[in-house]
Antibody, heavy 118, light 108 residues
Framework: QVQLQESGPGLVKPSETLSLSCAVSGDSMTSYYWNWIRQSPGKPLEWVGHIHSSGRTKSTPSLRSRATLSIDTSKTHFSLSLMSVTAADTATYFC????????????WGQGILVTVSS | EIVLTQSPGTLPLSLGESATLSCRASQSVSVGYIAWYQQRSGQAPRLLIYGGSIRASGVPDRFRGSGSWTDFTLSITRVEPEDFAVYFCQYYGVSPYTFGQGTRLEIK
């Protein structure tokens, strides 16, 4: 059974960088697309971006200048860095797997709440 | 960017009743790129339907996806206790992949 688990700080100060990691177990990461999605209070789910096991990335235009996605060489986890955060970045962040660039997300992590506050 | 609008926002139902959840796209899209997810309170979303009408592994056949052009529907027949949750539609054909704001199924 594929499992994903997010980790990272629950509190980040404004203007700093939010850094999250997603550990993947139960299957190889090869050939899949690894996604980040966030859910701010009272707002719809927002797709942040994805990274292929090859390292190829795509992200939503509104976050592209601040978001960096990476995947580790041993291919057991992938990460999200979001620079210059504001209160608007407060959200529950989920990681999820897609079988293709244009594919539904078949496995999700439980999510991690990140609050941006001084 | 495709905007997805779901209705109703909340749907009160009694056990055993049937539910029809709507997802409307801001422009015509291929049904092959529509998914539906279920999110129970405090849990991660769970994939129910992909490709507009294909049930994901382990999803009961009381869940059915349909639709075309701009109007898509998730139907749930004979609602059971574990079905009370929030349901999201998603379009994943062209980036950025977008989600609807959700429909909450609640016990009447």
């Amino acid at each position: 059974q594929v499992q994903l688990q997010e980790s990272g700080p629950g509190l980040v100060k404004p203007s700093e960088t939010l850094s999250l990691s997603c550990a993947v177990s139960g299957d190889s990461m090869t050939s899949y697309y690894w996604n980040w999605i966030r859910q701010s209070p009272g707002k719809p789910l927002e797709w942040v971006g994805h990274i292929h096991s090859s390292g190829r990335t795509k992200s939503t235009p509104s976050l592209r200048s601040r978001a960096t996605l990476s995947i580790d060489t041993s291919k057991t986890h992938f990460s999200l860095s979001l620079m210059s955060v504001t209160a608007a970045d407060t959200a529950t962040y989920f990681c999820a797997r897609g079988r293709d660039s244009n594919a539904a997300l078949d496995y999700w992590g439980q999510g991690i709440l990140v609050t941006v506050s001084s | 960017e495709i905007v997805l609008t779901q209705s109703p926002g909340t749907l009160p139902l009694s056990l055993g009743e049937s539910a029809t959840l709507s997802c409307r796209a801001s422009q015509s899209v291929s049904v092959g790129y529509i998914a539906w997810y279920q999110q129970r309170s405090g849990q991660a979303p769970r994939l129910l339907i992909y490709g507009g009408s294909i049930r994901a592994s382990g999803v009961p056949d009381r869940f059915r996806g349909s639709g075309s052009w701009t109007d898509f529907t998730l139907s749930i027949t004979r609602v059971e206790p574990e079905d009370f949750a929030v349901y999201f539609c998603q379009y994943y054909g062209v980036s950025p992949y977008t989600f609807g704001q959700g429909t909450r199924l609640e016990i009447k």
